[in-house]
């Protein structure tokens, strides 16, 4: 069975400083993955996912997250963080049982520290 | 095009009362998924569904809870009973197709609280 593990359920950066966000998948399959955030009190938007066409994927608001088989990895980053990127965020990997329902990981809280 | 819309974006009950959320899915989608956030927790998944038909309910709980997506009509997902462990956020999303690499998009969500 699938499963996707986010370390560190706060992470504080400077504004400027560099974002890592870290996620591990455990998939007996090739995974498609997913990185989602949540401003609060609001729904969920898709930052960017790994369809199996190229390891490093690039998203939207300057995130990129690069997956790593050997590693089971698809951590997220982004080089200079803005008061803005201030979110929850969560790395899902899709069920292959033939529902393609989400599993999540348990989210990262981002602060930004002026 | 607009996006997953739901309905009420927040509802009170009190214990004993039913709940029903409701999901419009993003047009031309006939695949709807729901997800309760528990209070600083992640998501977890509860049903998905496809026009007139539940394909997955492995993750709702046995007793109290039922969803449904007519021909006509938005997904319901319905509470009977609430009890003060159901405050939370349910999240409905939808997709176009069926498939590992298909994106699912997220609604507002629906706020319960049972006092």
């Known amino acids: ?114 | 095009n607009a996006g997953v819309m739901q309905n009420p974006r927040h509802l009170v009950r009190r214990r004993g009362q039913e709940a029903r959320l409701r999901c419009s899915p993003m047009k031309g989608h006939s695949h709807v998924y729901w997800y309760r956030q528990l209070p600083e927790e992640g998501l977890k998944f509860m049903v998905y569904l496809q026009k007139e038909n539940i394909i997955d309910e492995s993750g709702m709980p046995k007793e109290r809870f039922s969803a449904e997506f007519p021909k006509e009509g938005p997904s319901i997902l319905r509470i009977q009973q609430v009890v003060r462990g159901d405050s939370a956020a349910y999240f409905c999303a939808s997709s176009p197709l069926a498939g590992s690499d298909n994106e699912q998009f997220f609604g507002p969500g629906t706020r319960l609280t049972v006092l």
Not at chain 1, 8 to 21: C, D, M, R
Not at chain 1, 47 to 52: A, D, F
Request: charged share 15%; hydrophobic share 35%; proline share 4%.
């Open chain 1, 1 to 114: 069975a699938q499963s996707v593990t986010q370390l560190g359920s706060h992470v504080s950066v400077s504004e400027g400083a560099l974002v890592l966000l870290r996620c591990n998948y455990s998939s007996s399959v090739p995974p498609y993955l997913f990185w989602y955030v949540q401003y609060p009190n609001q729904g969920l938007q898709l930052l960017l996912k790994y369809t199996s066409a190229a390891t490093l994927v690039k998203g939207i608001n300057g995130f990129e997250a690069e997956f790593k088989k050997s590693e089971t990895s698809f951590h997220l980053t982004k080089p200079s963080a803005h008061m803005s990127d201030a979110a929850e965020y969560f790395c899902a990997v899709t069920d292959t049982s033939g529902t393609y329902k989400y599993i999540f990981g348990t989210g990262t809280r981002l602060k930004v520290l002026a």
